[in-house]
Structure formats: structure tokens, C-alpha cells
């Protein structure tokens, strides 16, 4: 990948006159400053012009092109002329490495974005600090690279330090002493060190699985010509950062029978797709050349491994994370993700790094809502994921949920905490369609763990305080399966409460009318009131209204009237207990004015 002699070749002389020449454009590029806002130069040329210019090569022709032939939020073309904007070189929020990676325009009024980096030689290396993508890391450099992030996050603030661990039961021996190129399994008998951990996804033709024939032979030896592709790759990568012990599940815990990671993961990867070159003024005023590619935010939720519920808890609760990615290879840690060969890493929304870590020295008074907001992405992410086994929903959140439990003042109930959280955690919601109720009991129906679908919290969550409003929890019932395991399976759970209740029912999927009157309530509920049942293919009547919490916003811009967000539980017949059938939100107070609390359970 050569750059350009003659930058101003890379462009039609209508681009290079009407955008990359002007003082406009150097002023852009020169703006290092983002808390200053330059205006950058735009222009109006036919779109004729822009395809012929497009087929002669013209570098930004064809850039603007792909924005409108691009499958998702194509710019559209219409009329005979465009009218463009090079709004700004900037850095990107969350992104890595630091620096003027992005480049956007206005097309059309449409935003088109794009990443841009240079080779290491480039003159403009200083201020746009992003690089190619790396695609091959079966190398040494890659090795190298992984031993400088180790060396790096040693020294980071927010990063605990590297130091041994209590080993795992099992672990491989990745080199042995008597035999460096000969593994095998070890009993660590509580023996301290540092390993490495494979987080992966099994598939449906696992092989190399330790069992109770093979056990003892594998304290010998590991025939790695019995192991999978992904289990060879991991001793290979652990043998390359001369750390000594490696964990696999398929390996190191005894299996009773088989479940792919029979391709392994340091293949090549898929080259992307090409960049263009256009011009670029360092603030020197030297005229050179940066690489633009049309930006695909990359969003880690897409990986394959992130669909697997039971391999969050792995990423999590470790440290750090040596991600081999469908695109490249990512080292993620508490301070940051960064990518091999620092090509850009701009992430579609916020990460996951450290949930843990927002909890520490977090003041009693804020405590429960830096706590919900945290455990609210969490089910977020998790209920996202499938597991092959419903009965395993709660089991395969326990490791996150023990760790959850030093930072909560509250007990663990069904995937929920206790206390003033309960006020937020209470408040999920399903998308409607593609609801499913569990097919085996999990959970009561209070809880986001009793549906085998995906729930959310809605956005306001992250900026809302969510207080009880005048609930008393008489108690919390839930009876475990195995007493030992304290965040493990269920077999029965009941919530007992009392609060504000008002009667109501649907008029058509939208329209909520109370049933229940006093003389001072509300005779009509609030337009800004929003009621959803969790299956919206039911036909649920004699509806109450369940005042859960007061919701208030604090500072800043999003200022709101308090209200008042509650569940909709619905009698079950024959009984006096109630279930969960869906939520509202939006409820003003006096919606409750001149009624008493009610004692009630819910199921």
C-alpha cells in the first residue's frame, strides 16, 4: 500500500478546486482542538459529474458514491445535484488509539462517516495515529505485540496487577520441564501461578474431551493430535507468552459425553475492504495523503463467541482478554481495547469492560443507582445470549452475580437484587414479539429469568433516578435447589409487597383505562402513561396497577416531572397470589391520591 507522490492526483480537479485546496479544508485538517468547532467547506456539484469523476478514479468521487450505494442508511441521490460538506477530522468517544482517526460528511444532509490511518512512514503519523488493519497474527510480531500490552496494563491504574492466582483444579502443563514439547494435564492441589484461560464457543462436533478413560494417560501426555483446532492454537499462544499453565473446559473438567472449535482461531482473517487516498495538510502545512475507508462501527455483541450466554461471565470477571476477533486481534483490559498494529478500534456503543470497577469508592448515596444501572446492562447483554440448556439461566450468571455481591448492600433474588435496586430492576421490559415464556420453571414471574427471550430496560435508565415509591417488601421468598449454590437454580420464589395498587384494563392494544375511581384521583390516566403487556398476543383483563418507583432526573438537561413506573400483575385464577403480565410507565402521583396500600404476593 503505496502512498501518493502527488496527492492532488488522487482527485478530480473539480474536488481538488472545490474542497481539498481550500483554506477551509486546512483548517479542518489542522483542528486538533475539538472543544473549538470549525466549519468546513462545502459545495454543490452534479451528480453527473461525481459518477464520471468516480469512473476516472477520482478518490473522493468514489468515496461519496459508496456512501449511496452502502446497504444500511444509504445517502440517497436525488435530483440533479449534491450538496457536500467536509464537516470535521475528529476522534471518536471509547475509540483507540487516541488521535484524528474519523473523518466525517454531510451529503445530501446525510452524516457520511469514515476511518482514516497512514503507514508508519507517513509525515502525517503524529496527529493521525491509527494503522491498517492486521489480519495475520499467527507471527511473531503478533507475540511481541501481546508481551508489550501485558508489559502496559501491568502499570495501568485502573488494571489490577499480574501477579499468581490459586490455579484451578486442573490445568495443562504447556511445556513441561522434562518435556517442553510434550503438554499435560496437571492436579494443582491448590498451588498458586499464573495460566491462561480459552473462553469459546464449543459447537456441535467438540473433540478432544477429557473423560474418565483418558484422564490418567493426559496426566502424561496431551495428544494434541486428539485436541481440537482452537485447543492446539491456545497452547500456541500460551507457549508464545511463556506463561506456563493453560485452561480448557473440554480438557481440564472430566466430561460425560461429547456436545466447533474445530476450526481453531488463527487463521487469516478476511482482508477489509479497500480504502482510498485523498489528500491531507499536516499542521506544518506539508500536502500529503491519509487512507479513508468507509466506517463499520465494529460491535463486539456480533461476534459469535458474544452469543453464548455462558461465555459472559468469562469476559466479565477476567481481567483482561486476548480477543481473536472475525477482523483482527484485540487486547481488552479495564483501561481500554486496542487493536493489533493500533488500527482503529471505534466501538458501536459503550463496552463492557468493568463493571466491577464503576462500583469501587461509590458513596452510600448514589451506591443503589450506580449499582441498578450496572445489573441493568448486565441482563441487557445476557438475555441477549442463548443457552442450550434453559435450566442453566441463572446457574450460568452466578460467577457474575457472587462477584456483584460484595458491591450490594441487598441479598440475591432470582437475578435481581434486594433493597432500594429493586426499584429499577423490577421495571424490565420484552420486545413483544418473539416473546417466550420459559418452558420449565426458572424463576417467579417477577423476574427477567422466568422467559426464555430477550429483555431491556428502557434508555432512560442510565439517566433516571429510580426510588421506591412507598413500597414496603414484606418479603422475599425464593427456595434454592441446592442450598450451597446461593446464585444458582430455583425451585419456587414469591415477592410479598405492599404498595399502591389501582385497577385497569386495555381498550384496544394502546388505550389503558382505570376501572377503579376515589374522590381525589386521577378520572383519567396521563397521555405521557405507557402500558405494554410482556406478551402482547394475550387478553388480559381485571388488570392492576402496581406502584413500583418514583422516577426523577437530577441535573443536567434531561429535566422531567416525577412520575411514577409500576408493573401490571394480573389475579391467578383460584387463588389470592398474583403474576407479572406486564409493566407502565409515566404514571403521574396523583393517579394514587385517595388510595390506601395494599398487602399482596406475586408469583
Not at 363 to 376: F, L, T
Not at 569 to 575: A, C, F, L, R
Request: glycine share 6%.
Amino acid at each position: 500500500m503505496e502512498e501518493a507522490d502527488d496527492p492532488r492526483l488522487l482527485v478530480c480537479h473539480e474536488c481538488w478546486t472545490l474542497l481539498f485546496s481550500r483554506d477551509e479544508y486546512r483548517t479542518v485538517c489542522q483542528s486538533v482542538d475539538e472543544s473549538v468547532i470549525y466549519e468546513g467547506p462545502s459545495y454543490m456539484i452534479p451528480i453527473k459529474a461525481v459518477e464520471d469523476s468516480a469512473a476516472s478514479g477520482c478518490s473522493w468521487c468514489s468515496f461519496v458514491l459508496s456512501g449511496a450505494r452502502r446497504e444500511t442508511n444509504p445517502v440517497p441521490l436525488q435530483g440533479e445535484y449534491l450538496t457536500i460538506e467536509f464537516s470535521s477530522f475528529l476522534s471518536r468517544h471509547m475509540s483507540t488509539p487516541a488521535g484524528i482517526n474519523c473523518a466525517t460528511a454531510i451529503v445530501n444532509y446525510n452524516v457520511l462517516s469514515g476511518t482514516i490511518f497512514v503507514r508508519e512512514d507517513s509525515v502525517a503519523r503524529d496527529i493521525v495515529t491509527a494503522r491498517e488493519i492486521q489480519t495475520h497474527f499467527n507471527s511473531d510480531r503478533a507475540s511481541n505485540q501481546i508481551l508489550e500490552w501485558l508489559v502496559d496494563c501491568d502499570g495501568h491504574a485502573t488494571c489490577p496487577s499480574i501477579m499468581p492466582l490459586t490455579l484451578p483444579t486442573r490445568v495443562i502443563d504447556v511445556s513441561p520441564a522434562d518435556h517442553p514439547d510434550m503438554p499435560k494435564l496437571v492436579e494443582t492441589k491448590g498451588a498458586t501461578g499464573c495460566y491462561v484461560a480459552l473462553s469459546y464457543c464449543w459447537g456441535l462436533d467438540q473433540i478432544g474431551l477429557t473423560t474418565t478413560s483418558n484422564l490418567e494417560m493426559r496426566k502424561q501426555q496431551l495428544d494434541l493430535r486428539a485436541l481440537s483446532q482452537s485447543s492446539r492454537d491456545a497452547i500456541t499462544v500460551t507457549r508464545s507468552l511463556a506463561i506456563k499453565y493453560l485452561w480448557i473446559d473440554a480438557i481440564c473438567r472430566r466430561q460425560t459425553s461429547a456436545t466447533s472449535a474445530s476450526q481453531g482461531f488463527l487463521e487469516d482473517r478476511n482482508p477489509p475492504e479497500p480504502a482510498v487516498q485523498i489528500p491531507f495538510w499536516t499542521p506544518d502545512d506539508t500536502l500529503t495523503s491519509v487512507y479513508l475507508r468507509a466506517e463499520e462501527l465494529y460491535d463486539d455483541e456480533e461476534e459469535p463467541i458474544n452469543s453464548r450466554a455462558w461465555t459472559l461471565q468469562e469476559q466479565l470477571l477476567s481481567p483482561r482478554l486476548l480477543i481473536y476477533a472475525t477482523h483482527t486481534l484485540q487486547y481488552q483490559c479495564r483501561e481500554h481495547t486496542v487493536n493489533l498494529g493500533n488500527s482503529i478500534h471505534a466501538p458501536a456503543h459503550l463496552e463492557s469492560r468493568s463493571f466491577l470497577g464503576t462500583l469501587d469508592g461509590v458513596s452510600e448515596e448514589i451506591r443503589d443507582q450506580v449499582v441498578g444501572r450496572a445489573w441493568v446492562d448486565i441482563v441487557r447483554m445476557y438475555t441477549q445470549r442463548r443457552l442450550s440448556f434453559q435450566e442453566d439461566k441463572l446457574t450460568a450468571l452466578a460467577g457474575i452475580a457472587e462477584a456483584f455481591s460484595s458491591h450490594v448492600p441487598g441479598d440475591y433474588i432470582a437475578g435481581l437484587w434486594s433493597g432500594e435496586v429493586l426499584a429499577r430492576l423490577l421495571l424490565w421490559a420484552t420486545r413483544g414479539k418473539g416473546y417466550a415464556a420459559s418452558s420449565t420453571y426458572i424463576a417467579p414471574s417477577w423476574s427477567w429469568a422466568s422467559l426464555d427471550c430477550p429483555v431491556f430496560y428502557h434508555h432512560f435508565h442510565h439517566m433516571h433516578t429510580f426510588k421506591l415509591y412507598h413500597v414496603s417488601v414484606i418479603s422475599c421468598d425464593v427456595l434454592l435447589d441446592n442450598e450451597t449454590l446461593p446464585f444458582g437454580r430455583l425451585r419456587s420464589g414469591e415477592l410479598r409487597i405492599e404498595a399502591y395498587i389501582r385497577s385497569g384494563h386495555f381498550e384496544g392494544p394502546r388505550s389503558f383505562r382505570w376501572s377503579s375511581m376515589s374522590s381525589s384521583s386521577a378520572s383519567s390516566v396521563d397521555q405521557e402513561m405507557f402500558a405494554t403487556l410482556d406478551d402482547p398476543d394475550t387478553q388480559e383483563e381485571d388488570l392492576k396497577c402496581l406502584a413500583i418507583a418514583r422516577r426523577t432526573s437530577e441535573g443536567g438537561n434531561m429535566q422531567i416531572t416525577p412520575v411514577i413506573d409500576g408493573l401490571l400483575i394480573s389475579k391467578i385464577k383460584k387463588s389470592t397470589r398474583y403474576r407479572r403480565v406486564g409493566s407502565f410507565r409515566g404514571l403521574h402521583e396523583n393517579n394514587f391520591q385517595g388510595f390506601k396500600r395494599e398487602s399482596l404476593t406475586i408469583v
